[in-house]
């Protein structure tokens, strides 16, 4: 399995960012998917996650703010980022979870996203 993210960057507080990640090597429309982040001396969090039925689910701190979704043709998920603020500064990585089970252990190389003031 190989994940590869991009769409990361430097953006003003307030501006927004989309983030992808291409999966290979695996089914990727019976995956669920993820997208964690990790901010200097900080542990990683997850940010979003969305089932291969498209549920989804968010950390509090980005509610309302960011979108993840997913194109199984393509097969690559997606994070929308908008209303970005100097606390979303960090190494996003994207995530896959095998199939029918809830280890989640495939992991992209990360994409540094920095918000300035």
């Known amino acids: 399995v190989q994940l590869v993210e991009s769409g990361g960057g430097l953006v003003q507080a307030g501006g927004s960012l989309r983030l992808s990640c291409a999966a290979s090597g695996s089914d990727f429309s019976i995956t669920t998917m993820g997208w964690y982040r990790q901010a200097p001396g900080k542990q990683r969090e997850l940010v979003a996650r969305i089932s291969s039925e498209g549920n989804t689910n968010y950390v509090d701190s980005v509610k309302g703010r960011f979108t993840i979704s997913r194109d199984n043709a393509k097969s690559t998920v997606y994070l929308q980022l908008n209303s970005l603020e100097p606390e979303d500064t960090a190494v996003y990585y994207c995530?896959?979870?095998?199939?029918?089970?809830?280890?989640?252990?495939?992991w992209g190389q990360g994409t540094q996203v920095t918000v300035s003031l």
């Open positions: 995530n896959l979870c095998r199939p029918y089970t809830t280890l989640c252990d495939f």
